[in-house]
């Protein structure tokens, strides 16, 4: 093994990584494939205790598990297990189902993993020196049986990704309780969260598949549920962006080192994609809109002019240069919250917190005007101290922006973020810029003018 290979897991300080079952097939991956077999020494590995019921090899999108099974395997097959699972992790496709999840509101954990695994095992299926497990689904054969494509490996590699994959094999029937479960998330409703919980993971598992979804889990019947997101494997969104970004280069300097012996053969739309958290596009957007303004102040002149004494020369006067006051009015935001929606209250919570932290920083005046299809309430509030946390979303009502952004108007703001699910209609468009903040089941919603920030 290559000493800065070695020396790069020393210094990051991971579990050694020649004290795990898996020792001699990594070792194996680096002598073929130097640099994409090198992706396998920036993942933690962890022994199972033996006798614990589990698959021979997993992964929860950090750590690749193994279980007693996988010691009486061949070298080859442990070789493209060890492979498939730092595919995985690399590709971040645990970190993408939670991220799908939150947009969908409903994934199927085993149709996505099908799906994840087809990628993988189609990336890594030119390779003589690893061995896939019989039945291992591969992407062609997938796009075949469940949606009628025949296409090559390398072409479907180059197109599909594993959320397009996802999207267009997912076609399960919606159940009758799937607009309860949506009414359960309606605070202020006289119906907790427990009750949300028990009876909407009732209803999504009584969803029946379709012939595609059905197709698609017929050819990964006898493949191991190896893809198993733990909470570990996510954190801060600020975090994840700097991680899918340093995953992204890492591989595409892998896939380069290696040519036509890499492990990642032609795949390139599965990269996984840096996304900006909306944090930081919430700080980035409001700072430079309430940040303070200088203005011309006629009754003062500028520096220069005092300097000259306003001559130029002898005899010559110089005209009037207006001075720059020290600042506008304070700058103010105004925060429209349709209460006619539903918001999680981790979301809210998080929401709440930039807001405070923005407001506090810039120091700046803050409106709070909450409604639905007209104005409910209207609250002026001290930067740093807004009553976000507090607002009940009643849900089940209809919505208007008109009057909310009329209302808006009146305290003629720097700029204003509506937080709502954009289900209804804004007749009146205002001279400042708008902000619409919708939860990620609303990612694809169209706001009416302005920009759009999907809060994940």
Excluded at 89 to 98: D, F, K, M, N, S
Excluded at 187 to 203: F, H, L, N, V
Excluded at 389 to 396: L, V
Aim: proline fraction near 7%; glycine fraction near 8%.
């Amino acid at each position: 093994m290559p000493q800065s290979a070695a020396a790069t897991v020393s210094m990051t300080e991971r579990a050694p990584l020649y004290r795990h079952r898996g020792t001699r097939a990594i070792q194996r991956m680096v002598e073929f494939a130097p640099s994409t077999g090198g992706l396998a020494l920036w993942i933690r590995y962890e022994d199972r205790p033996r006798h614990e019921h589990g698959p021979a090899i997993a992964t929860d999108g950090t750590t690749v598990f193994y279980g007693e099974a996988f010691e009486s395997l061949s070298l080859p097959l442990q070789t493209g297990l060890i492979a498939h699972e730092v595919l995985h992790v690399a590709l971040r496709h645990a970190q993408r189902y939670r991220e799908l999840r939150e947009v969908l509101g409903d994934v199927d954990l085993k149709l996505y993993t099908i799906c994840a695994d087809a990628i993988v095992n189609s990336a890594l299926g030119h390779l003589g020196w690893l061995a896939l497990p019989a039945g291992a689904v591969q992407l062609e054969r997938l796009l075949a049986s469940a949606l009628n494509i025949h296409e090559s490996v390398v072409k479907s590699l180059l197109e599909w990704d594993v959320e397009r994959l996802y999207r267009a094999i997912d076609d399960r029937r919606p159940t009758s309780s799937s607009g309860t479960s949506d009414s359960l998330r309606r605070r202020g409703s006289g119906q907790g969260p427990a009750r949300d919980t028990q009876e909407a993971k009732a209803a999504r598992s009584a969803r029946a598949d379709g012939p595609r979804a059905a197709a698609a889990r017929a050819l990964g019947a006898h493949v191991d549920a190896d893809l198993l997101p733990g909470p570990q494997a996510f954190g801060p969104p600020e975090e994840q962006a700097a991680a899918a970004l340093e995953w992204s280069q890492r591989i595409v300097r892998a896939h380069a080192g290696d040519g036509e012996h890499s492990m990642l053969r032609a795949l390139v739309a599965d990269l996984p994609q840096p996304r900006t958290p909306w944090e930081q596009v919430l700080r980035t957007r409001l700072a430079r809109s309430l940040a303070a303004k200088t203005d011309l102040s006629w009754s003062r002149p500028t520096r220069s002019y005092l300097a000259n004494q306003g001559r130029m020369g002898p005899t010559r006067r110089l005209p009037f240069e207006p001075g720059i006051s020290p600042t506008r009015a304070v700058p103010r935001l105004v925060v429209v919250v349709d209460v006619s929606g539903s918001i999680a209250d981790e979301l809210l919570e998080a929401f709440a917190a930039e807001i405070d932290a923005i407001t506090r920083r810039q120091g700046a005046g803050l409106v709070l005007v909450i409604g639905d299809d007209q104005v409910r309430e209207v609250r002026s509030v001290e930067p740093g101290r807004s009553t976000l946390r507090d607002i009940e979303f009643r849900g089940g009502g209809g919505t208007d922006f008109t009057p909310l952004l009329v209302e808006a108007d009146r305290h003629r703001p720097d700029i204003a973020v509506v937080l709502t699910d954009l289900d209804g209609p804004a007749r009146f468009r205002p001279a400042w810029p708008v902000l619409w903040a919708v939860p990620a089941a609303r990612a694809h919603a169209l706001a009416p003018f302005g920009r759009l920030l999907v809060l994940r």
